[in-house]
């Protein structure tokens, strides 16, 4: 499949490191982050979530740190994996009745053997 | 539990043309949103759908319309087609609710020549 990495900033890690991905967010108003993995040819995948009462959360392998006076989201992958390569994105949500996310730039992560 | 899924996977279509993009939401989510995703670019929101009715837009014009479907499917439509809307079109569903993670099919790759 084609590439959705194009021009993106990258993280280049060895396999069995942890890789710290950042984010910065737009609107002090968002309450709610997502953390997306979308491989080549694919959709994105979701992977962690937090909402904007909470500056921590953990999940299998992967922690969302959140800091909301500098408007500063982080992905950690712990043992990073060749598995984990892909575009990693964060995503915002303003709130309301809607589920309108604002997503970030996106970030490769690529893990070398 | 079975996901999002999107038809076709690939389409081309040429400048000027109409096309409808299908969509069948990952079963128990009342929410339908289309994104549309440039090649290396984080994905846009075009729209949201719930009960049937739009409920959110994103910065798109009238030409892009959208139908939900009593059994949660949905269509998007696109008229006079410019070659700018090549991309990927993603289709996400949800519960209704700004804390409710989206989850994305794998996409439909549109190339307009």
């Known amino acids: 499949g084609e590439s959705v990495g194009l021009h993106l900033p990258t993280l280049s890690v060895q396999e069995g490191d942890n890789s710290i991905i950042n984010c910065a967010y737009s609107n002090s108003a968002s309450d709610y982050f997502i953390w997306y993995k979308q491989e080549s040819g694919k959709g994105p995948q979701f992977i962690i979530d937090?909402?904007?009462?909470?500056d921590k959360r953990q999940g299998q392998r992967v922690t969302v740190l959140l800091n909301k006076t500098v408007k500063h989201l982080s992905l950690q992958i712990a043992a990073t994996q060749p598995g984990d390569s892909a575009v990693y994105f964060c995503?915002?949500?303003?709130?309301?009745?809607?589920?309108?996310?604002?997503f970030g730039t996106g970030t490769l992560l690529a893990v070398q053997p | 539990e079975t996901g999002v899924t999107q038809s076709p996977t690939h389409l081309i279509k040429t400048r000027g043309q109409q096309v409808t993009l299908r969509c069948s939401s990952q079963?128990?989510?009342?929410?339908v949103s289309w994104y549309q995703q440039a090649l290396g670019q984080g994905p846009q929101f075009i729209f949201q759908y719930y009960r049937e009715e739009e409920n959110g837009r994103g910065n798109f014009p009238p030409r892009f319309s959208g139908l939900q479907f009593p059994n949660y499917s949905s269509e998007l439509n696109v008229n006079a087609l410019e070659l700018d809307d090549s991309a990927l079109y993603l289709c996400?569903?949800?519960?209704?609710?700004?804390?409710?993670?989206?989850?994305f099919g794998n996409g439909t790759r549109l190339t307009v020549t």
């Open positions: 937090i909402r904007s009462n909470m």
């Open positions: 079963s128990g989510h009342n929410t």
């Open positions: 996400a569903s949800s519960l209704l609710g700004s804390n409710s993670p989206l989850h």
């Open positions: 995503a915002e949500n303003y709130g309301g009745a809607t589920n309108k996310l604002i």
